[in-house]
């Protein structure tokens, strides 16, 4: 019975902690962040490291603005998305539905559930800030496991994604803001006179 109560505990622990941050985020209408993202590959020992700034709306609107290493700005209306390029004067136009991904729109759209797409497999302890292992269990042919870092107060400080190829993408928040009314074109999709467009 002693070692039955030994392993029900971290259980509860960690569900406890998955449950709370869901609730939070569940909360928020609209999401503001300033990130650093370090993208590295098990073939390249140098990792892509860029900079820049999220916003997203729930219902699936989103805009992120890179703006180191290079310009690059990518906005969702909910229905389409635009990839721009401003240095090049290139766009490219695709459909949402083509570019689905269960553990995106959980994580940064603010669209599903927490408790609908991923399954809490463990829990790591840092000081004040505890880090959830998570499993997706919906199918994602590009996401394996999700290490999300939250606060005492479950604010999300970093997110971690593993592919099942080995490449992991961390995104460190610098800062995040929730709930604030978002401008009339923050979510809408406009290009400057003469560039070039691609529709997918």
């Known amino acids: 019975m002693r070692y039955l109560v030994l392993l029900i505990f971290p259980l509860l622990s960690f569900a406890q902690t998955f449950h709370l941050l869901e609730k939070k985020l569940e909360q928020m209408k609209t999401l503001r962040v300033s ?5 590295s590959y098990s073939w390249y020992p140098k990792p892509d490291i860029s900079k820049g ?4 709306q729930k219902g699936g609107k989103f805009r992120i603005e890179y703006e180191q290493p290079e310009r690059m700005i990518i906005v969702s209306d909910s229905k389409n998305i635009l990839i721009y390029y401003p ?7 695709d ?3 083509n570019n689905r991904s269960a553990v995106v729109e959980a994580l940064f759209l ?3 559930p927490l408790s609908e797409v991923f399954e809490p497999i463990g829990e790591i302890k840092n000081g004040r800030s505890t880090t959830l292992v998570l499993k997706p ?3 994602d042919d590009e996401f394996y496991r999700v290490y999300l870092e939250v606060d005492e107060e479950y604010n999300v400080k970093s997110l971690k994604v593993e592919d099942k190829e080995g490449t992991t993408t961390t995104v460190e928040f610098l800062s ?3 709930n604030f009314l978002p ?3 923050l979510f809408k999709i406009k290009l400057p006179q003469g560039v070039k467009v691609k529709k997918l």
């Open 95 to 97: 459909r949402v539905e």
């Open 176 to 178: 995040m803001s929730s």
């Open 35 to 39: 990130f650093v993202q370090k993208v």
């Open 183 to 185: 401008s009339e074109d």
């Open 137 to 139: 269990r919906l199918k």
């Open 110 to 112: 603010l669209s599903k």
């Open 87 to 93: 240095q090049e004067e290139s766009a490219i136009i």
């Open 53 to 56: 700034f999220f916003y997203a």
